[in-house]
Structure formats: structure tokens, C-alpha cells
Nanobody, 114 residues
């Protein structure tokens, strides 16, 4: 069965860091372009980071550029999002997604608050 399971979310103070993980199974992870999305209360879901199948190219929303880093370990079928210098406006549910196949994870909550 196809599964995308996010982990690593939680409560963090402004300026802090979190590392999200997405464990993938049920499809060929190494051939799939992947992304991280987020959705804050009352707002539309937005893509924050993108990565090609081999990790050769990445792209970021302007709002997270320079603070977030997307990466992947194809041998472990795992996608990562390193989030540094977190701001209250980063508070959202974060989802991993296969751009190639259209699959979504169920999300993990990130709350940035003092």
C-alpha cells in the first residue's frame, strides 16, 4: 500500500529549528519528484519546497528561501525538510507529496510560538 508518513513536527519557539521527515513506501520513491506543502488555518495549501528525483535541483517559496532545506535519501525512501530560523507565520500543518504520482501524506503539525 502507498504510504507517506510525516514526522518531526511539534512546538518550537521563534528562531528555533525542526527537521521533518517523510517515510515513503508503496511506490518507487527514487523516480519521483517530491515536495513539501503547508497549510495554515484559514489559508490555502501552498508549496514550500521541491526536489527532483535525484536531488539535483531544489526550489523554494520565497517566504522560506534561505531558512528551509529540502533533501532526500533515496536509499532510505525518506524525504526531509530542515527548518531553521522559524517564525510564527511558519505555523501550519506540513505535508509531503509526490509531484510525479500525486500522493499526499496526512501531515504533521508545526507550531512556532513563544
Amino acid at each position: 500500500q502507498v504510504q507517506l508518513v510525516e514526522s518531526g513536527g511539534g512546538l518550537v519557539q521563534p528562531g528555533g529549528s525542526l527537521r521533518l521527515s517523510c517515510a515513503v513506501s508503496g511506490f518507487t520513491f527514487s523516480s519521483n519528484a517530491m515536495s513539501w506543502y503547508r497549510q495554515a488555518p484559514g489559508k490555502e495549501r501552498e508549496m514550500v519546497a521541491f526536489i527532483t528525483p535525484t536531488g539535483s535541483r531544489t526550489d523554494y517559496a520565497e517566504s522560506v528561501q534561505g531558512r528551509f532545506t529540502i533533501s532526500r535519501d533515496n536509499a532510505k525512501n525518506t524525504l526531509y525538510l530542515q527548518m531553521n530560523s522559524l517564525k510564527p507565520e511558519d505555523t501550519a500543518v506540513y505535508y509531503c507529496r509526490s509531484i510525479t504520482r500525486g500522493y499526499w501524506g496526512r501531515g504533521t503539525q508545526v507550531t512556532v510560538s513563544s
